[in-house]
């Protein structure tokens, strides 16, 4: 193909993010008369040419973020002799600007077990209180890369360690000033080797170099191989468990961003959801591989059940552009990434979708996927017919509400005539009634609708008749086979469910048997393909079920759960809980 050069005069003026905000700048430091740069988006950038969409010109409006080729760079950047410098590529001329136990320093890391301080905060104390009269040249260049960042300050303390992915070194970095310990020195590099082998793990081999992570205040930004972090400890260095997870969380999100969009370079400006929803989904999975109690946002379904069961006018479908959602964080990030978890550990089963999830990041790394590449790859990749899912999830605003409407309970006759009074109960009939439903005289069997309760009816409570002889007809037509079955005494319960929230969903019920024992029973989502709105399954059991409930394990996002027991019961609010536990104390 033919090739064209040029070139733009341009001028870039650095703002004051902590005063008037965005994704890069300055932040100043009062006590020591120091400035901590972190510079992005300060150059005109090429736009992308799809081959399904053309040119992507969207103007950038604030939350439909970044649609950009890759190429490669070559950046000098002069500043101050005493600033230290981070920044996407490497560094093409390492001895003219680090010293020579850096340099050693650097080296020791790229094999060490732990982070290895190249630049001390007693160094850093140092520095800052003086001012260089001269300046160095950094040169740095990047290969493949579909944007370019760096930082700089002669605050920066600055820490390294090696860690093997695919046969080769990558490093993990973090800078940062003196007002980030002992939180950063302690975690920050730790969590983006952490961050590397697990998003590697379930992608693709980490392709660059090195990743660095940047403290700064009140942002968390991500830049090929380079991400600006919030999570400062108070003045005297201590800090809540609270502040610690959200400057994990945030570190893995963002080192996380490597993978998406850095490499799976989605359209961010038109779907916001393809590189944080997915980012945020593994984010969850890397955050439980650090500890399993972790204080994740965004993948476990109960967290996302408020905004599911909130005001539909304030909603948008996931499949909406991210300059048209009012509410950015729960349609971007918490609901795609909690749909991929329930698609995982639900649906398809953490191997098939592992495979397949795989499948996607190595088919379109260093590409430009679209919503149809992804939904279309998890499916041939796995061979599993996902249609429903995607369309529930992504393109609507339904909800999971699933209720158990019904339950009837059967055994076999046995045949012999026996007479009943006709208001004598059956030995083994089980209601579920309250006084009030009681005093309604419903039919036996029939739910009542003018509450919130169920009954069961056994249907054997119909009186044989006559010597018996038609059931002893049709038992001696059977085969030995079919008797043995008959003789079982097996017990049949008919549950019927109702979809009130749109939402299709596999059904997972918890059986609690009259021994005390309990069983669970998994139905794919298929159960709803001819009647999407109300089901009705029939179970057989030797032992008699005493208590029945719907999704156990709070893995389908349900909004509703008190509609998921027989026989009913209350389930008590969030303010239902406090208020006990505050009455109690």
């Given at each position: 193909g033919e090739s064209f050069s040029f070139s733009i005069d341009w001028a870039f003026n650095v703002n004051d993010r902590m005063k008037i905000g965005g994704r890069s700048g300055y932040e100043y430091f009062e006590?020591?008369?120091?400035?901590?740069?972190?510079i992005a988006q300060f150059f005109p950038r090429m736009a992308v040419y799809d081959d399904k969409e053309g040119w992507q010109n969207k103007q950038f409006l604030g939350s439909g973020e970044f649609a950009l080729p890759f190429g490669n760079y070559k950046v000098s950047i002069t500043v101050p002799s005493d600033h230290m410098v981070g920044a996407t590529g490497k560094l093409q001329n390492e001895s003219e600007v680090l010293s020579q136990k850096q340099l050693d320093l650097l080296e020791k890391a790229k094999t060490a077990k732990k982070p290895v301080i190249i630049q001390s905060q007693d160094e850093v104390v140092q520095l800052e209180k003086s001012r260089a009269t001269t300046t160095k040249t950094w040169v740095y260049h990047a290969e493949n890369v579909r944007?370019?960042?760096?930082?700089?300050?002669?605050?920066?303390?600055?820490?390294?360690?090696?860690?093997?992915?695919?046969?080769?070194?990558v490093m993990a970095m973090s800078y940062y000033p003196k007002e980030g310990n002992p939180l950063w020195e302690e975690y920050s590099t730790?969590?983006?080797?952490?961050?590397?082998?697990?998003?590697?793990?379930?992608?693709?081999?980490?392709?660059?170099?090195?990743?660095?992570?940047?403290?700064?205040?009140?942002?968390?930004?991500e830049y090929p191989m380079i991400c600006f972090n919030f999570g400062r400890p108070n003045k005297d260095g201590s800090y809540s468990d609270r502040l610690r997870d959200y400057m994990i969380g945030v570190i893995i999100h963002e080192v996380g961003h490597n993978f998406f969009p850095m490499i799976v370079n989605s359209d961010e400006r038109q779907w916001a959801w393809m590189d944080e929803g997915l980012n945020t989904f593994m984010e969850y999975i890397a955050e439980k591989a650090w500890r399993e109690d972790f204080p994740t946002y965004g993948g476990e379904p109960k967290n996302?059940?408020?905004?599911?069961?909130?005001?539909?006018?304030?909603?948008?479908?996931?499949?909406?552009?991210?300059?048209?959602?009012?509410?950015?964080?729960?349609?971007?990030?918490?609901?795609?990434?909690?749909?991929?978890?329930?698609?995982?550990?639900?649906?398809?089963?953490?191997?098939?979708?592992?495979?397949?999830?795989?499948?996607?990041?190595?088919?379109?790394?260093?590409?430009?996927?679209?919503?149809?590449?992804?939904?279309?790859?998890?499916?041939?990749a796995s061979a599993v017919d996902l249609d429903w899912f995607w369309k529930g999830w992504f393109y609507t605003t339904d909800h999971v509400d699933i209720a158990i409407n019904d339950v009837k309970w059967y055994k076999m006759s046995t045949g012999e005539p026996t007479a009943k009074k006709e208001d004598e109960q059956p030995a083994n009939t089980?209601?579920?009634?309250?006084?009030?439903?009681?005093?309604?005289?419903?039919?036996?069997?029939?739910?009542?609708?003018?509450?919130?309760?169920?009954?069961?009816?056994?249907?054997n409570d119909v009186k044989p008749v006559g010597d018996g002889k038609p059931y002893k007809t049709f038992y001696t037509k059977l085969s030995d086979s079919q008797k043995a079955q008959m003789d079982l005494g097996l017990n049949f319960y008919e549950i019927s469910f109702e979809n009130k929230g749109g939402l299709v969903m596999p059904v997972i019920l918890e059986f609690t048997y009259a021994d005390g024992s309990k069983e669970i029973k998994r139905i794919p989502a298929e159960i709803w393909r001819k009647n999407a709105e109300n089901i009705t399954k029939v179970f057989t059991s030797k032992k008699e079920i005493t208590q029945i409930q719907l999704d156990?394990?709070?893995?389908?996002?349900?909004?509703?759960?008190?509609?998921?027991?027989?026989?009913?019961?209350?389930?008590p609010s969030k303010f239902d809980l406090y208020k006990e536990k505050t009455d109690g104390k």
């Open positions: 006590e020591d008369d120091n400035y901590l740069y972190t944007d370019f960042a760096f930082v700089s300050s002669r605050k920066f303390i600055w820490d390294a360690m090696g860690l093997e992915i695919g046969g080769k070194t730790n969590i983006v080797a952490h961050t590397l082998k697990q998003y590697s793990k379930y992608t693709f081999d980490y392709p660059y170099h090195k990743a660095i992570s940047v403290h700064t205040a009140q942002i968390g930004m996302i059940v408020a905004y599911m069961k909130s005001d539909k006018s304030a909603m948008s479908p996931i499949m909406t552009n991210p300059e048209q959602v009012q509410k950015l964080g729960p349609n971007a990030y918490g609901k795609p990434a909690t749909a991929l978890n329930i698609l995982r550990t639900t649906v398809m089963g953490p191997e098939l979708f592992d495979r397949a999830f795989k499948e996607y990041a190595q088919r379109w790394k260093f590409k430009h996927p679209s919503p149809a590449d992804f939904f279309r790859t998890m499916e041939d089980v209601n579920n009634t309250t006084d009030d439903s009681k005093k309604s005289k419903k039919k036996k069997g029939k739910k009542n609708k003018t509450d919130n309760t169920q009954t069961v009816s056994n249907e156990p394990f709070l893995e389908t996002a349900d909004v509703d759960v008190e509609n998921n027991n027989w026989p009913s019961k209350n389930v």
